[in-house]
């Protein structure tokens, strides 16, 4: 089975910063990796499809880029509504899993 | 607009049923691939299940498989997530979604508000 293995578990950083997550698989999962953005309390939302696709309506401060086994999620500068958790979630034909989740945080 | 209205959750002993539904409108239902994902509190998220637009292929997660059913009547527009033999460890919020594309899957476009299930003596 693949693993997603998801980093930091949690950061805290400032408005207007560059903040950064990872996302590692255990085997080469080409480009088959999305990104999602909880608010407390709130459904997960996509932002990102197929490793770099932004999704229609999000920010463009949004980014990722990745393949193969490496992927990251930047966010260019980051804003207060830009607070929750993010996931990867990694899939295939007949299975998804998602990584352990970033919590950010305004410093 | 799309919406997804999941109902059913509560309090069940361990070792019980649950059969939770998901309401959709504003899209054409038949159409599309749809998900359960739980949370249990506190954790990420975990994929449950999966359903095509017919309801010919269905995937589950392993932790899943032999108890939990995954179906849908494309009449009524709705989806279901049968559940029995449950313990502590399922309990948490489910949610229903939908793909984003009529061609994709996993690519959880829209989901539903979820609803908590806690499995407890």
């Known amino acids: 089975d693949i693993q997603m293995t998801q980093s930091p578990s949690s950061l805290s950083a400032s408005v207007g910063d560059r903040v950064t997550i990872t996302c590692q698989a255990s085997q080469d999962i080409r480009n088959y990796l999305n990104w999602y953005q909880q608010k407390p309390g709130k459904a997960p939302k996509l932002l990102i499809y197929d490793a770099s696709d932004l999704e229609t309506g999000v920010p463009s401060r949004f980014s990722g880029s990745g393949s193969g086994t490496n992927f990251s999620f930047t966010i260019s500068s980051l ?7 993010y996931y990867c979630q990694q899939y295939d034909n007949f299975a998804c899993i998602f990584g352990g989740g970033t919590k950010v945080e305004i410093k | 607009e799309v919406r997804l209205v999941e109902s059913g959750g509560g309090l069940v002993k361990p070792g019980g049923s649950l059969r ?3 309401a959709a409108s504003g899209f054409s239902f038949d159409y599309y691939t749809l998900t359960w994902v739980r949370q249990a509190p506190g954790k990420t998220l975990e994929w449950v299940a999966t359903i095509d637009s017919s309801g010919s292929h269905l995937y589950y997660a392993d932790p899943m498989k032999g108890r939990f059913i995954i179906s849908r009547d494309n009449a009524k527009n709705s989806l279901f997530l049968q559940m029995s033999s449950l313990r502590a460890e399922d309990t948490a919020v489910y949610y229903c979604a939908r793909d984003l594309r009529v061609s994709s899957r996993f690519l959880l476009g829209f989901w539903g508000q979820g609803t908590p299930v806690t499995v407890s003596s």
Do not use: A, F, K, R
């Not at chain 1, 804003?79 to 958790?85: A, L, N, R």
């Open chain 1, 79 to 85: 804003q207060p509504e830009d607070i929750g958790t």
């Open chain 2, 20 to 22: 939770l539904s998901c």
